[in-house]
């Protein structure tokens, strides 16, 4: 069974910092593009930045130039760099990846459980 898990969320005050986590664990043959979304309280969840497996990536505008998406291979495990902050980043922060158990098998998807970030004004 493979599971996603988010780490490093917070209380940050405005123009500060926080790196998050997505560690992957379980029975991972390969992963394949990683996603973060974010989901503030009373809206819909938010796509955020994705990374493929080039290491090529997309932001959404709103965090575009402020955030920073890295993943180490070697430890399936995604982060998330996130400067700059704003009281609207205020959200839970989930990741969300396209994983294959096996060679021969198709790709699954699964999402992490979340971690709240909070940016106080």
């Known amino acids: 069974q493979v599971q996603l898990v988010e780490s490093g969320g917070g209380l940050v005050q405005a123009g500060g910092s926080l790196r998050l986590s997505c560690a992957a664990s379980?029975?991972?043959?390969?992963?394949?593009?990683m996603h973060w979304y974010r989901q503030a309280p009373g809206k819909q969840r938010e796509w955020v930045a994705i990374?493929?497996?080039?290491?090529?990536?997309i932001y959404a505008d709103s965090v575009k130039g402020r955030f920073t998406f890295s993943r180490d291979n070697a430890k399936n495990t995604a982060y998330l760099q996130m400067t700059s902050l704003k009281p609207e980043d205020t959200a839970v922060y989930l990741c969300f990846g396209r994983i294959k158990v096996a060679a021969g098998m198709g790709w699954s998807t699964y999402w992490g459980q979340g971690t709240q970030v909070t940016v106080s004004s």
């Open positions: 990374m493929d497996s080039s290491g090529n990536t």
């Open positions: 379980g029975s991972i043959f390969s992963i394949n593009a």
